[in-house]
C-alpha cells in the first residue's frame, strides 16, 4: 500500500534546478534531487523518488524528516566521524614542538621515540611519530651529511670556486 507523503518544499523548483546543477558534491546533489522530484511533480511518493535515485525508500524518508526538521540546511548537512583521538596532544604536543625547534634537535626518528618514552611516558609506534613529526609539525630528523675525516677545507673551498655550476 503506498503512503502519500505530502510534505511543503519551500523552495521554488527553479531555485532546486539552479542549485541542482551548481552542487558539485554528489550526496548532496542526490538530495537536491529528492527536492526537485517533489516540487516538479515527478513524484508523489517516497518509492518513486526511491525509484529514480536508486536508493532505498527509508532513506527517502530520513531525508524527508531531516528536511521537516532543518530545511534545506539540514537536507545538505553530513555528519562527520569525530575519528579517534590523538595519541599526542595538548602539553605533550607542545613539548615535543619546542623539543624539535631546539637548534641541537634529534639525531634520529629512534632518538624522538626514545625521548617521548623518557620524557613524557608515551609510545608511539614509529609510524604514527614520522607522520607526527614530518606532516603535522613539519620538522626532519637534523643529520648532517657524512663527511671523510680525512677530506681537506681548503681543497673543498678551492672545488667549490673552481667547479662550473649549471
Known amino acids: ?23 558539485s ?5 542526490e538530495r537536491v ?8 511533480g515527478q513524484a508523489k511518493y517516497l518509492g518513486q523518488a526511491a525509484e529514480v535515485l536508486g536508493r532505498d525508500r527509508k532513506t527517502m524518508s530520513q531525508w524527508r524528516t531531516k ?9 545538505l548537512e553530513r555528519g562527520t566521524s569525530p ?5 599526542v596532544r595538548g602539553d605533550a604536543l607542545a ?3 619546542e623539543r624539535l625547534s631546539d637548534p641541537k634537535g634529534f639525531g634520529s626518528y ?13 609510545v608511539v609506534p ?15 630528523s637534523k643529520v648532517v651529511r657524512p663527511r671523510n675525516p680525512k677530506q681537506e677545507e681548503d681543497a673543498v673551498e678551492v672545488f667549490k670556486k673552481t667547479s662550473a655550476r649549471n
Do not use: N
Not at 510534505?7 to 531555485?15: G, L, S
Open 83 to 87: 575519528g579517534r583521538t590523538p595519541q
Open 67 to 75: 528536511y521537516l526538521d532543518g530545511g534545506l540546511v539540514g537536507v
Open 95 to 97: 613539548k615535543l614542538e
Open 126 to 140: 614509529p609510524k604514527t611519530l614520522y607522520h607526527l613529526c614530518h606532516y603535522k609539525l613539519g620538522a626532519t
Open 1 to 23: 500500500m503506498r503512503i502519500r507523503t505530502a510534505f511543503e518544499i519551500e523552495e521554488t523548483a527553479e531555485e532546486l534546478r539552479r542549485l541542482l546543477t551548481k552542487e
Open 110 to 122: 629512534k632518538e624522538i621515540e626514545g625521548w617521548m618514552r623518557e620524557e613524557l611516558g608515551i
Open 25 to 29: 558534491d554528489g550526496r548532496k546533489r
Open 33 to 40: 534531487q529528492f527536492l526537485y522530484l517533489f516540487k516538479s
